[in-house]
């Protein structure tokens, strides 16, 4: 009978000492999140007291890509003007088309018609009408990383309007949609106006950086071409060698920039858009100090130990 209970005690002990262990595994990882919850709550009063201080109307989205359940939204959900932050929807629309294989590819090449420029800013409008030929990945690449109007309408045209709307609606976002070419104010002032909310535009980048809307080189290649842009808000007060694909945005009083900053180990979505501004400036640099505080806590948590060391 005593052998007989130091077998079953052997046998279950491996079982008990397994149990504690995952116990212990699980008290470390509340305690890890207790105070992550402290550091989280930093940022999210430093980014209230931001807005405060602003005289736009100020709406922020922040999800963190490695745990999104984690995620901070403030005026999120109101109606913005988008400025050129549609430009992410638009790209995005060219490339699902190129990797269907059906309709606008990459590679496809167009002629630069006299028609073709707006305002009085760009490259497109600049070259040879009737002469130069561009491939719709240079249209795109003007369009992101010089902000070109002139080649995001013409990347409008050959994808299609109603195609970017209905991708949109696929994602369920319900407010984001492309009504009006850019710099049509004959279409603003009839109400036809590009809008989205900071929530939306961060759960199409989600989507995008998930992997469920391209494959991996596609989505790849999205991001690396959404890194182009040469100047922009999001980026202003972060380091210089970090990654960040964005694109801003900005209309008389607006100011807007949405993107993914791929910090190591912890990336994070970001939008914030702003209305009503009666200083463009202040707004320009609010927006980058909301991504400066976010950026902070993320960068902090990307690079400590459970117990918030910096193991150099």
Do not use: C
């Not at 992550?36 to 963190?64: K, S």
């Not at 949109?168 to 603003?188: I, Y």
């Not at 702003?274 to 902090?300: C, H, K, M, N």
């Amino acid at each position: 009978m005593k052998r007989m209970m130091l077998v079953l005690l052997a046998l279950l002990a491996p079982v008990a000492f397994g149990a504690t262990d995952d116990a212990k595994s699980s008290d470390t990882r509340e305690s890890e999140r207790a105070k992550q919850d402290v550091l989280w709550g930093h940022m999210e009063g430093a980014i209230r007291g931001i807005v405060h201080e602003t005289d736009a109307v100020v709406g922020v989205a922040i999800v963190d890509l490695a745990d999104p359940e984690r995620s901070f939204y403030l005026n999120a959900d109101a109606v913005y003007p988008t400025a050129s932050t549609i430009k992410i929807a638009v790209l995005a629309e060219l490339y699902r088309q190129n990797e269907r294989g059906s309709g606008a590819k990459l590679g496809d090449l167009y002629t630069i018609n006299v028609k073709d420029g707006v305002g009085t800013e760009g490259i497109l409008q600049s070259m040879s009408a009737g002469v130069s030929r561009i491939t719709n990945h240079d249209l795109a690449l003007l369009m992101v990383s010089l902000s070109d109007n002139s080649a995001a309408n013409v990347l409008i045209d050959r994808v299609g309007m109603e195609n970017v709307n209905n991708w949109l609606a696929q994602l369920g976002l319900e407010r984001t949609r492309l009504r009006r070419h850019m710099l049509d104010v004959k279409a603003a002032q009839e109400g036809r106006e590009n809008t989205s909310t900071p929530r939306e535009l961060v759960t199409m980048l989600q989507a995008l950086y998930s992997g469920n809307v391209f494959s991996k080189k596609t989505t790849d290649d999205f991001f690396k071409m959404l890194s182009t842009q040469k100047s922009s808000y999001i980026p202003r007060l972060l380091p210089a060698d970090l990654t960040i694909a964005n694109k801003s945005g900005n209309l008389d009083a607006v100011r807007n920039d949405a993107g993914i900053v791929f910090v190591p180990g912890r990336p994070f979505a970001i939008a914030v858009m702003t209305t009503y501004s009666g200083d463009d400036l202040a707004a320009e640099q609010s927006i980058a100090r909301i991504a400066r505080v976010a950026w902070s806590y993320f960068d902090r948590v990307g690079k400590s130990s459970s117990l918030g060391r910096i193991v150099r």
